[in-house]
């Protein structure tokens, strides 16, 4: 019994090996070595440091200073050939290559883009320039920016004229029922005499909180 199972363990063992060896021999039948040479369509003139890429491999290399190159690849691969100022090119290699090389002169297009036109207009005197140098809006530094959000009398004016908020309404709702609930029971004073109470009656007039609401 264990000399049979012997047997079966080395049989699996190079069947395995045999696959293996097959797998790796289909491998190295797929590579392909490709070079070549990247050229401009006009002047025939190698293009240096083109991208060669090969698409959803994460793979490619860039030209030489000549335009010239080489990678390996597999076949039936993508190559994407891309350079600034060149329309960008694909070829594929062929799945059924009978060898394990393939050359290639790529000539690439220029790609002309246009941009918008620029006018350059000189200051035509010295007295324009320093009337537009001094009329010149700059914006303020965080110093000034400080100085302005300090200032007393700006900040008086916002007081004035800013409304309450919902934190100021509340706290004057509170206020208004503590003043009710301490005198429960008994007749409040009579403030017409308070001049506090008067300070805040003209404020409360010149917010306009005793016009009538439409």
């Known amino acids: 019994m264990n000399k049979m199972l012997r047997i079966l363990l080395i049989a699996i063992a190079f069947c395995s090996l045999n696959k ?48 010239v190159f080489s990678i390996a690849v597999l076949k039936g691969d993508k190559i994407t050939f891309s350079c600034v100022g060149f329309k960008d090119r694909r070829i594929d290699i062929p799945a059924n290559l009978p060898e394990n090389q393939y050359s290639v002169i790529q000539l690439m297009v220029s790609d002309t883009v246009y941009l918008p036109a620029t006018i350059l207009k000189p200051r035509p005197t010295r007295e324009q320039f320093e009337r537009d140098f001094v009329n010149n809006k700059v914006n303020d530094d965080m110093y000034e920016v400080a100085r302005k959000n300090t200032d007393e009398a700006r900040n008086r004016i916002l007081l004035n004229s800013l409304p309450s908020d919902g934190r100021e309404a509340v706290n004057y709702q509170l206020r208004q029922q503590a003043n009710k609930y301490y005198y429960a029971g008994q007749i409040p004073p009579m403030n017409i005499l308070n001049p506090a109470a008067w300070a805040d009656f003209i404020k409360s007039w010149k917010r306009g909180d005793y016009k009538r609401k439409k």
Do not use: H, W
Request: glycine share 12%; hydrophobic share 35%; no cysteine.
């Open 20 to 67: 293996a060896k097959a797998q790796n021999t289909a491998y190295r039948d797929s590579v392909v070595q490709l070079y070549g040479v990247v050229m401009t369509a006009d002047s025939l003139r190698g293009i240096p440091s083109a991208s060669i890429i090969v698409e959803g491999k994460g793979r490619g290399t860039i030209t030489s200073p000549d335009g």
